[in-house]
C-alpha cells in the first residue's frame, strides 16, 4: 500500500497566486501553479509564469511547471507555442526530467490539435 495523498487542486485567485510563487515552500509552490493552471482564465498569464518556472533549479518545480503548461493546453486549447515549445523542446534534454518532458511535450501538442 502507498503512502502517498491525494489533495484536490484548490482555486487560487491571481493575486494569491502572485505571492504563492514567491515562496520558498516547495508544496506551497506546486499547489498554487496547479491551481493557477486550473482555475485562472487568464492562461498567458499563467503560461509565463510556469515558463520561469521551468528554469527552477529544483527537478521537481520544473517538472510541475511543465505539467501545468499540459493542463492549459488540455483546458484552453491554447499555448503561446513560439514562446512554450522552444523551452521545452530544450528541456527535454534535462538528465533528471527529459523523458518526463518529452512525454509532456507530446500531451501539450495532441491537446493542440484536438482542443476542448
Known amino acids: 500500500m502507498s503512502d502517498l495523498i491525494y ?17 520558498e515552500d516547495r508544496e506551497s509552490l506546486i499547489m498554487a501553479m496547479l ?30 511547471a511543465a505539467v501545468c503548461l499540459g493542463h492549459i493546453a488540455r483546458i484552453h486549447g491554447s499555448l503561446d507555442e513560439d514562446k512554450v515549445f522552444p523551452v521545452l523542446k530544450k528541456l527535454s534534454r534535462d538528465s533528471e526530467i527529459g523523458k518526463d518532458i518529452a512525454y509532456e511535450l507530446k500531451e501539450i501538442k495532441w491537446y493542440l490539435r484536438n482542443p476542448p
Not at 7 to 23: G, H, I, N
Not at 44 to 53: E, K, P
Open 7 to 23: 489533495d484536490a487542486v484548490k482555486p487560487v485567485k491571481k493575486r494569491e497566486a502572485k505571492t504563492l510563487f514567491k515562496s
Open 35 to 64: 491551481g493557477a493552471a486550473y482555475y485562472i482564465d487568464d492562461w498567458r498569464w499563467v503560461q509565463d509564469h510556469c515558463l520561469n518556472f521551468l528554469g527552477h533549479p529544483d527537478p521537481g518545480i520544473r517538472k510541475v
